[in-house]
């Protein structure tokens, strides 16, 4: 490919350069922080659970359980802290209706734009 257009000498120049600063590395810091920036306490993530607790859907079917709020509350006060960790961080993973269907709409829309790009590109798709 010659590059006799200035645009294009311009381009590639500009492309060149942009990968040899990109591969640079760059410069890190390292420093010190206090346990209390590194990971979340207990008091956070019971805070997290109580907020949990207080939606009515989980009021409603905990009572249906046959529990309170504050049973609840005191069964996971027993808990350790490693358990109530992972119980608030399987809490905040948590949506309301969530049932993969995101992940079937995801999958529709890439197999949708695979077609397209096949369809644009001379190849035929053939659906039996």
Do not use: C
């Not at 990109?22 to 922080?33: K, R």
């Not at 920036?37 to 905990?62: F, G, M």
Request: charged share 20%; aromatic share 6%; no cysteine.
């Amino acid at each position: 490919m010659k590059l006799d257009n200035p645009i294009l000498r311009i381009l590639s120049l500009y492309l060149v350069l942009a990968m040899l600063l990109l591969s640079l590395p760059s410069q890190g810091w390292a420093m010190f922080m206090p346990s209390s920036q590194t990971a979340p306490t207990r008091q956070t993530d019971v805070i997290t659970i109580q907020k949990a607790l207080e939606s009515s859907v989980v009021k409603q079917r905990l009572m249906d359980y046959g529990f309170s709020s504050k049973e609840a509350m005191s069964r996971i006060n027993k808990l350790t802290d490693k358990e109530i960790h992972q119980f608030a961080g399987n809490l905040d993973s948590l949506q309301a209706g969530a049932d993969g269907v995101d992940a079937l709409i995801f999958l529709v829309l890439v197999a949708i734009i695979v077609v397209v790009v096949l369809e644009a590109t001379g190849h035929k798709v053939i659906v039996r």
